[in-house]
């Protein structure tokens, strides 16, 4: 018989051990080996059985044991100084207070976190991402109030069958047995949260709050009595269920999650938050709730829009269109329009802000763009591309200026690395980490210091690798008798490589297996072999991905490699952490430019490993040609089957002629110099730009602080500052179609301009009922290429220099003609406001209909 509902039953702590909750509740200790060290302590055997889960672990303790050590005044003492720390951790100043003008409180939305693998609420990157974000903030004393769902199940665990197909199980989560408390009125009642669905339907939710070091992360459950079933299912797995479960998810973390912030902060005294953070479009509801609340105390739909805007945050982590939630139009307008409209918010408003070239889409993440004043993507090269996938929301505007900036992801290195690195950089280098500064003194630390290390964490992952195969095979229906040859598999000595992330067919798992002799030649190579372990989840739905999957383990399984080549099931944050840390070299090969960030690699780096990549996301930026190898890209290659094979011979040459070389290269005392030396290097050029602390002062210092700034303005004297911003705008939209450059003169160089002279302009712009104050006169010059096309232009801006009778306004300002060869200019319009953040924010720009003076010559 199975049961219909489970729940775990928490041990009662004896009053000399209450303090243990205390630890325990705070997931701080899932980044702090002392607090771990402590439950070790408490039953060393049962730590390892229940996984280093401390909330597994207190349940699993017999009360004999505890009232042990209850009487143990050792135990005791290490217990108080356990949790005295962990106070002076929570209300310390830290970074953050010593900012000035500085937010309040931020709010920061995710549909997944990654903090640790006794809450499993994460598929892949960008969970593991928001968890790092959440610990950095923590550490720095960012004041963050994070947003999620909680998962009934979870992602999914994965195991294989006898055939190496991919199997997706599903386990249920009891939020008892987890490190999670439930929010509360202050009578005891637990919080509720409330939605209004179609056909008089009404989704429910109870908040669960997870403590994440000094940040609070709330996380909305819909399998609550109130519900109906569907409605209760609403949060059963991470990313499953069809368009409608995934609208009704969106809904509640975006929408609910407003409502769980001000029930929270209601209930706590914490500030509410002035910057709200959404991660990509999944919880782009959130700024259509703060619309609602906002017209419903008699602002407008415009008015209001302004004030939210100026105090969002949009994220996008995708580079790719298919990446993107996008949902029909008529499931929307059910959503909002009819019975269940909003009385202040037309449905017809909601529609134009997810408005894209397909009429029968709603597009979450132009929605969320429409919604953020800033925009950023994860990486410089990620910038890029995204600014030119969204180029169409800012027509006329040049792609490098539409405003979608980048801040490069970082790691949470005490969760990352490797503890005896953690404990060398705190003896030899105590600032490194806090501060992010002194990373050249790792080239003071001795080469034989850092090898024993880099052999310790080896040993450990081919250790963990070989109990993990040899519990793969068991479920995949061998005997034990049968298995013996997994004690040989893996060999701490030899060069070992790690490929470890999702499965999407842009990732390429199999380029590896392009020739499958040249790579078995590596692993078997008699004095230079190299050793592989893979992991990675495919998407349940995606068939492609269980493929590629089968095709790695059918190849692992040969038995003349297998002792080579492995592949790992159930890619979880235990076995990243084991990966990251052992590895000597981490492989990355995504099709370029697809890969938006990664962040695995940033942690091997800060494990003193090296990196083997295609030069995609953030290691297109920080390749500096000694700190790692990059994998030649055949971009201009549009056979995709050629292009492959190009790039994994390449991949093949490089691990054997350089890789290999390098790795087995020993001086007399046996260590290998010049490998010693590129670890050295990568540490100390990459070390403190990858470290998520790094990533969080990037986020408050460029996006965070100006974020809260526009938001206090557009705010004060009851919104009277939104209520003239969106006058002006909706006054500036209106009359920009007369806005037009009519005439354009030059004088000051003569027929042969020399470089060092320069160019004086007079603009005559028409602009209809528009003051000369509203706009911003500019002359675009520099290099021009064959079809007269400005290259990367600079701008000068153009003084008003008067209006005439009839309304034209005149403009005037010098070009220099600073460098040589084919020049050209133009002057441009676009709208001017001192509580615009970017030129092109209102995606409105005026040009001459014609070309206008062009140099026809080169400068000289």
């Not at 209004?196 to 989704?203: A, G, K, T």
């Not at 994440?212 to 079933?229: C, T």
């Not at 100026?310 to 996008?316: E, S």
């Not at 009519?742 to 602009?767: C, M, N, Y």
Request: a negative charge.
């Amino acid at each position: 018989m199975r049961a219909i509902r489970r729940f775990t039953v928490r041990t009662v702590l004896p009053a000399e051990l209450a303090a243990l909750g205390e630890l325990v509740h705070n997931l701080r200790w899932s980044w702090h080996p002392e607090t771990m060290d402590l439950f070790a302590e408490v039953d060393p055997v049962l730590w390892e059985r229940v996984g280093h889960d401390p909330v597994a672990l207190l349940g699993a303790v017999g009360p004999d044991r505890l009232a042990e050590l209850a009487a143990d005044r050792r135990f005791r003492r290490r217990l108080a100084d356990a949790a005295d720390d962990l106070r002076e951790y929570m209300t310390a100043p830290r970074w953050y207070q010593t900012l000035p003008d500085a937010a309040r409180a931020i709010a920061y939305f995710s549909p997944e976190y990654g903090i640790a693998a006794a809450l499993p609420q994460y598929s892949g990157g960008l969970g593991i991402l928001a968890g790092d974000h959440l610990k950095a903030a923590s550490d720095l004393g960012v004041p963050i109030l994070a947003v999620g769902l909680l998962y009934r199940h979870g992602y999914f665990t994965q195991s294989l069958s006898p055939e190496g197909w991919q199997l997706e199980h599903y386990p249920s989560l009891d939020a008892g047995g987890l490190p999670l408390s439930l929010l509360k009125e202050p009578g005891g009642a637990p919080v509720k949260i409330r939605i209004s669905l179609p056909d008089d339907r009404v989704l429910h939710a109870q908040v669960w709050m997870a403590q994440v070091g000094r940040v609070p992360l709330l996380l909305l459950d819909s399998d609550v009595a109130e519900n109906d079933s569907a409605a209760r299912d609403v949060t059963d797995r991470l990313y499953g269920g069809g368009t409608d479960h995934r609208l009704m998810q969106e809904l509640l973390l975006g929408v609910g999650g407003v409502r769980a912030i001000r029930a929270f902060c209601r209930i706590t005294g914490n500030p509410d938050p002035e910057v709200f953070h959404t991660n990509e479009g999944h919880a782009g509801f959130l700024g259509l709730e703060r619309i609602r609340e906002l017209t419903e105390s008699r602002l407008s739909f415009d008015e209001a829009l302004e004030a939210v805007r100026a105090g969002t945050v949009f994220t996008t982590h995708t580079p790719v269109p298919a990446g993107i939630d996008r949902f029909p139009v008529d499931m929307i307008a059910r959503q909002f329009g009819g019975g269940n409209a909003w009385p202040t918010v037309p449905v017809e408003r909601i529609l134009e802000l997810g408005a894209e070239a397909d009429p029968g889409r709603f597009n979450m993440a132009v929605m969320g763009m429409r919604l953020a004043q800033r925009v950023n993507g994860v990486s410089e090269l990620h910038g890029e591309v995204s600014r030119d996938m969204f180029k169409d929301l800012w027509p006329g505007f040049d792609v490098d200026e539409v405003p979608i900036g980048s801040i490069t992801n970082g790691v949470h290195a005490p969760t990352w690395v490797g503890r005896e690195f953690m404990e060398l950089a705190g003896r030899e280098l105590p600032s490194l980490l806090e501060r992010a500064r002194g990373w050249e003194g790792v080239q003071k630390i001795s080469d034989a210091e850092i090898w024993e290390i880099r052999r310790e964490l080896r040993g450990r992952l081919v250790e963990g690798a070989r109990a993990r195969l040899r519990q793969s095979w068991l479920d995949r229906g061998a005997s034990p008798a049968e298995l013996g040859w997994i004690d040989d598999v893996l060999d701490p000595e030899v060069l070992t490589i790690g490929f470890a992330r999702r499965v999407p067919s842009y990732k390429r798992l199999t380029l590896m297996l392009s020739d499958p002799e040249r790579l078995s030649e590596l692993l078997l190579h008699p004095d230079k072999p190299v050793q592989i372990l893979i992991a990675g989840k495919a998407h349940p739905a995606d068939e492609g991905g269980k493929k590629l999957i089968q095709q790695i383990v059918k190849f692992a399984d040969r038995a003349d490699v297998r002792h080579r080549i492995v592949f790992l099931p159930d890619y979880d944050m235990a076995l990243a952490q084991l990966l990251v840390q052992g590895c000597d070299v981490w492989l990355n090969n995504p099709l370029r430019p697809l890969e938006a960030s990664g962040t695995s690699g940033m942690k091997s780096a800060l494990n003193g490993g090296l990196n083997l990549s295609i030069r995609d996301g953030w290691w297109d930026e920080w390749y500096d040609g000694t700190n790692g190898w990059a994998i030649p890209t055949a971009d201009g290659v549009t056979d995709p089957d050629r292009r492959d094979e190009l790039e994994a011979t390449a991949l093949y040459d490089l691990i054997e002629h350089e890789v290999a070389d390098r790795f087995y290269d020993r001086a007399a005392d046996g260590l290998p110099r010049r490998w010693m030396e590129m670890v050295k290097h990568t540490l100390t050029s990459l070390g403190p730009k990858v470290l998520a602390g790094r990533m969080l002062r990037d986020y408050v210092v460029g996006l965070y602080t100006p974020a809260a700034r526009a938001a206090r303005a557009l705010s004060a004297d009851g919104y009277a500052p939104a209520r003239a911003f969106a006058d002006w705008r909706l006054k500036v939209t209106k009359e920009w179609p007369g806005v037009r450059v009519e005439h354009v003169e030059a004088s000051g160089v003569g027929d042969t301009p020399e470089v060092g002279a320069s160019l004086e302009l007079r603009a005559t712009i028409t602009l209809g009922d528009l003051e000369p104050g509203d706009v911003l006169v500019e002359a675009a010059y520099g290099r021009v290429g064959p079809h007269d096309e400005l290259i990367h232009p600079e701008y000068a801006e153009l003084t008003a220099a008067g209006v005439d009778d009839d309304g034209r306004a005149h403009f005037t300002g010098v070009v220099p003609l600073g460098r040589t060869g084919a020049f050209g200019y133009t002057v441009r319009v676009v709208p001017h406001h001192p509580l615009v953040a970017a030129r092109a924010e209102l995606g409105l720009i005026a040009v001459p209909e014609e070309p206008v003076g062009m140099t026809n010559g080169t400068l000289r």
